[in-house]
DNA sequence: CTGAAAGCGCTAACAG
DNA sequence: CTGTTAGCGCTTTCAG
């Protein structure tokens, strides 16, 4: 019998401290077994063994078995010894939440996301996760479906939680707004988009550098009519990749052909036919995230407009499968991973109080994959290669 | 002035307990400003104003705070409204850990899945997210990365935070094993796996038979020497779709061929080259599960081999972008996300006590997607899109 | 090196 | 309808 019911060990070994509370105890819904060996606790069924029950079976003060529980070194080997014995027989497992009650610690850190079926999301999320697990942090996991109020009352929950620290990728429209509901000193990283009147630790990539890079390249192979495709242009990302993209059209000396829509599901066909092909007789696309690069690609496909042959095209965001698409597609690479742990890294120094205090941003460095939709022939083939290589791999690093 | 430190109002509001120790407590860390407007604190800086607080403002016992604080009825609405005002002039927030410390509950459930980069799990943690959140429990993520050791310590870990639940897709290996650190009584619903010797709720497909029809189907293009290919053959999905393809071969009076591999890094080129092509000459392949897909795939192409004319491919779970391959990948598609929708569910349902007592087992019903790769011209285009139009989305049910 | 006592912030039992 | 009292399971002073 591993698992001795509070109850049992109650009636078994009363103690110092058997006041009439015990009996109250005993009459509020529990069953005692007379023949000793079996005792079922109804009312408070699983796990109960509290430290308090370690501490009597291994004969030690409270305080004592609390100081195995958290390794402190003022324990003599045997009494240590003795504790742990009572825990291993009692099964005894640590009830977190007591344990930060008054510690005010919860080992718990809040991530909140946009959408977690964006690659960008879910690689993050699994590297922060990674790295909370390895710091013993667990990491509570939280999603705004891109709306500002549920952004707001997940942080909200999540603060009653008590979590130590948050992650989070802004939905970051001018809606948004949980500041105030942060508590003064908290710890909060946010990732992708920076907080409007925040200061706080940042990782981000370089949008405006990223898309006049791609931009250029596309001007090298000569296309001149380029367009930029871009949803949500109120978001900061596309705030910056647009004018990384009119940094370059500028610079050639060319018009910027700009397209824009509130949601991906505006990007159909027809729109594209209208838009791209006939309004600006596009030579070129630049999609400026995920869901446009899925979205145009579709569209396009289905106007019978092959990739290159009839508009050259270039992705911001990397995707899976990217290089088996025909032709293959060129693509701003974020390092969507790093991201995750280079948040984690950057919260959990907080947390621990190592590392510097001042304000930290951290500008992610981002890859042109040229495939063959830019006009290129692929050299490298590992370059060349979609993020799903990647797959079940986290850099494991510190 | 929202937010008055504790400092201040222990100051000024000595109340009954003003024992010694409030002289200790200031005196370790806080600085407390005459002016009477303007008080920092320190050492507990945000947000402590604590339920107690709260009453004394609305000079309310505890106990009545805290009725308006769970909603209950018997509060009169003058004294509601000057409890619920003072909670608003504070700035309360209340600590779910203390609530949950006393109550026995956490509204928190857990989830373990294998590999966040899978699009079944984003799928299915999205759902369940989704699910909790409106059912007003929050979800701790973790991730076992395959391996059963991490599984288990997670598990461990989301146990000692007091979930009230568990939602997990098992890493099925004979290793595998957290079975005894599960207590009694407690709530698990097991995802696409079920779990050896026990007997949890569970969400599944009937591989066996998804995998049967799709062969069927390849069968009935006329392709006759099939090979299934699969990474982790003693799982149970694995074992369970090998089965349904014997099935299908045997009931065609033709020869299983089978190829197995540990990890998808054995699926490259010269393996594909040699196994598939020469050694089994298969003029169709099946994969069994998502990450042979991306592997053979890849390896395929790279073997100047094209889908469908040379061998024709079908793929276990659709992806996104499966209509954009040329030619595009028939597949066999599992509700990612009603795996999360269901699984949350059920658990929900026991969590609340609503719902049937008896063990429930789920088996959703997966659909076969005919796109080119398999001899089909595809007739429904939206049939035919991959699962990316989903983005954004979620059932919203109940 | 060890223990007794006092809570963390909240809910629950039981009176009024 | 409201208040009092006793804890939840743990950590934390502060004494030995």
Known sequence: MTTLSRVRRRLLTVGPASRPRSLAFIS??????????????????????????????AGVSLK??????????????????????AMAHLGYRPNELARGLKARKSATIGM????????FAF??????QEVARVNGYIVILASSGWDPDVERSEVESLIRHQIEGL????????????????????????????????????????NRRSVRNAVQHLLEHGYERILALSTRPWLHTSVERIAGYRDAMRKAGLESRIAL??????ITREWLDEVVLKQHKADAVITMNWVCTIAALRGLKHNDKRLRKDVAFVSFDDFDLADMIHPTVSAVRQ????????????LIQRL?????????SIVLPTRFIARESCGCKPLNEDDARSPAKRVGLIAKRQ
Chains 1, 2 share one sequence.
């Open 28 to 57: 509020s819904g529990m069953i005692a077994v007379q023949r000793g060996c079996l005792c079922m606790g109804i009312a408070r069924s699983s796990n109960s063994v509290t430290l308090v029950d370690v501490a009597r079976e």
């Open 64 to 85: 004592t078995a609390s100081r195995v529980l958290n390794r402190e070194v003022s324990v003599s080997s045997s009494t240590l010894e003795k504790v742990q014995r």
């Open 112 to 119: 909140v996301v946009k959408n977690l079926a964006d690659p």
């Open 123 to 128: 690689n993050a999320v699994k590297a922060v």
């Open 167 to 206: 992650i989070i990728s802004p939905v970051g429209s001018p809606k948004s707004n949980f500041l105030d509901i942060i508590p003064p000193d908290f710890h909060v990283v946010t990732l992708d988009q920076p907080m409007r009147k925040a200061s706080f630790d940042s990782v981000m990539i370089d």
């Open 261 to 266: 829509v509130e949601h991906e599901s505006s």
């Open 335 to 346: 390092p969507t991973e790093e991201f995750g742990y280079e948040a984690a890294r950057l």
């Open 352 to 360: 621990k109080g190592t590392g510097p205090k001042t304000q930290q």
